[in-house]
């Protein structure tokens, strides 16, 4: 069996929320306040939508959608800011500049400016994270999986989203060392493109289980 | 004394070995907790559970009060209602001696520490006479976003001197001169009121309050205000009632308030010419016979029009009960839309919920299943605890 060096060791994560002195209470407003807010805020209400939003997968995959969609009721605007996947982009500005360009593209196409009636305004918000280290490490495949089974699902989410979108380890935690330290390319690769959005950290944990449970049962005996 | 590994089987996989690790990077390090009182709110009753567990970690935790003459209390409470937005009267005078009271209680208590959390308004102003050492962070428990203009002119200079502060919502914030956190409150799943009881002692504690269980009970717990809305509630009922034959039960406190005590004699003359109306007012320690009701209702309500973030709808969700609320305070946060209850603006939207909810049994159940799951991930102390870690961790890197 390969034996890895150095061992993988799982972080948790913990999630510090700010609130920001930006609000909107309609949609002109959402994308004045969306140019001039913290990177660190877009990263909050898209990628950060999945850590908060573990035990049930609601329907919009970012807090800009999902607030259009149940606080405002535009439904076109809401389909449109859902379907923008944050994980194609390359950098938390033109993950930005998309969002923004829809809203502007949207808003020019009407007359009027939708607006909150009853519903809540949008709070804008951003988070620190705080790391947690869930060790002892996994050195052998199976080590990985059986920590992957236990570990909470902020280790899901750190290894797989924030270290990928925030940390600028493009290829996720899993995927980088199960190629450099396994040395199994092809696992790694099945792991990277694991769709991440729209999903719920337990379906992450579950898919990374089925194609490391593969792997442990071609592997020669 | 409940221990921090009793935790491990309610709170969800994995959570108790965060708060062992974190805990690893914070022991021995002081957590001091000031608030006005030991009793009676709902700061007092998470941190008589959050402290220990805190201390059995390794933290060096405490939790120490401010005590004053009665004029000091009145004033506190007095500037804690116009903080929340009421209209009253605060002298010059009164609010001297509210800060010279202060003055003292500082030089009674043991102020050194890494972290110091302040609670709500009485003990706010003791930050004037912080130690060199130590951050501080003002933690507000009510909506703040609507002061009485006065009052905030009065507190804000004492905000303004915390290193941070921390709201159960971004909402109930207002502008202020450093950052704001946000940590949803929480309730205990091993305490009084949220424990597992048996069939016997629901049944016991739902005899010893005359109420019959024949019938699917629409259960509403909170104080006679008008902020929770009682008579709405048996408007609800009303609508609900010639469709369906269920029994509403409102039960809480009326503090002695005049607006309350009008509030339940009215509800008493209606629940007169109504034998499916119970009425009941509580002991202000009434844990277990609110554990009982919410375990024995098909439907709990919580149809308050104005509301901080008090924890009802979580409990119940904790006892696997939908639960309709009102669209207000800290509710929307707790009630997962059309998974695991609903959020209502009127009597006409509580009724048609109550109606639909009945008229699907199946739905009863599933929704009540997702509601625990809910609190489970994310109403529970365990997660506060963690904030509450974190944030130690944060201010004081």
Avoid at chain 1, 41 to 68: C, E, K, M, Q
Avoid at chain 2, 4 to 26: C, F, M, S, T, W
Avoid at chain 2, 211 to 226: C, H, W, Y
Avoid at chain 2, 245 to 262: H, K, N, T, Y
């Amino acid at each position: 069996m390969s034996q890895a060096l150095p061992p993988f060791v799982f972080t948790g994560c913990v999630e510090l929320r700010q609130t920001l002195d930006h609000r909107a209470t309609d949609e002109r407003e959402l994308l004045e306040r969306l140019e001039e807010v913290p990177s660190g805020s877009v990263f909050y209400h898209t990628h950060g939508y999945f850590l908060r939003h573990r035990p049930i997968t609601t329907a919009y995959g970012n807090d800009f959608a999902s607030w259009v969609a149940t606080q405002v009721r535009d439904q076109v605007l809401a389909e449109r800011l859902a379907v923008v996947n944050p994980f194609e982009f390359a950098s938390l500005e033109q993950l930005r500049e998309e969002l923004a360009s829809i809203i502007h593209d949207h808003l020019l196409r009407l007359s009027a400016v939708p607006r909150l009636e009853f519903g809540e305004p949008f709070y804008f918000q951003q988070s620190h994270i705080v790391e947690v280290s869930l060790g002892p490490g996994a050195s052998t495949l199976a080590e990985f999986r059986a920590g992957l089974v236990a570990v909470d699902a902020s280790a899901i989410y750190f290894h797989m989203v924030e270290a990928r979108a925030r940390l600028g380890r493009r290829a996720g935690d899993f995927a980088e060392w199960i190629r450099t330290s396994l040395e199994m390319p092809e696992l790694a690769d099945r792991i990277e493109r694991i769709d991440t959005y729209m999903t719920s950290l337990e379906r992450v944990r579950a898919r990374v289980l089925t194609l490391v449970d593969a792997a442990l049962e071609a592997r020669p005996r | 004394m409940i221990r921090l590994e009793d935790y491990r089987r309610v709170a969800p996989p994995g959570v108790v070995d965060i708060v062992l690790k974190l805990a690893d990077r914070i022991r021995g390090r002081r957590f001091l907790h000031l608030s006005g009182g030991r009793f009676g709110s709902g700061p007092a009753e998470i941190l008589q559970t959050l402290v220990p567990m805190m201390s059995d970690l390794g933290i060096d935790a405490a939790w120490e009060i401010t005590g004053g003459d009665p004029g000091f209390y009145a004033t506190a409470a007095t500037l804690q209602a116009a903080l929340r937005g009421s209209e009253r009267v605060l002298t010059d005078e009164a609010l001297g001696h509210f800060v010279e009271m202060n003055r003292v209680n500082a030089k009674k208590l043991a102020l050194d520490a890494d972290l110091v959390c302040v609670h709500d308004v009485q003990p706010a102003t003791l930050i004037a006479h912080r130690p060199e050492r130590g951050r501080w962070v003002w933690n507000c428990h009510f909506d703040a976003s609507r002061p009485q203009r006065r009052a905030w002119t009065f507190f804000r200079p004492f905000v303004n001197q915390y290193d941070a502060a921390l709201f159960a919502l971004p909402s109930f914030s207002r502008r202020i001169g450093v950052p704001k956190y946000v940590i949803h409150p929480s309730i205990d799943p091993l305490s009084e009121k949220n424990r597992e009881l048996a069939p016997r002692e629901v049944s016991s504690v739902l005899r010893a309050l005359a109420i019959p269980t024949d019938k699917a009970l629409l259960v509403q717990i909170g104080a006679f205000t008008p902020a929770e809305d009682p008579l709405g509630v048996v408007n609800a009922y009303r609508m609900v009632k010639k469709h369906h034959d269920v029994r509403l039960v409102l039960a809480g406190s009326s503090a002695g308030e005049p607006d309350s005590l009008e509030i339940l004699s009215e509800l008493r003359e209606t629940a007169h010419d109504d034998p499916d109306i119970l009425v009941r007012e509580l002991p202000p320690d009434a844990s277990l016979q609110i554990n009982a009701l919410q375990r024995a209702a098909t439907i709990v309500l919580q149809k308050s029009v104005r509301e901080s973030f008090g924890l009802g709808a979580a409990e119940a969700m904790w006892k696997g009960k939908p639960v309709i609320g009102g669209f207000v305070g800290g509710l929307p946060q707790q009630i997962v839309y059309d998974v695991t209850g609903y959020v209502v603006s009127s009597v006409e939207g509580a009724a048609f919920r109550l109606r639909h909810l009945l008229n699907a049994p199946e739905l009863i159940a599933r929704m009540g299943a997702a509601g625990r799951e809910h609190v489970r991930r994310s109403f529970l102390i365990t997660r506060q605890l963690v904030d509450y870690m974190a944030l130690l961790i944060h201010l004081t890197q």
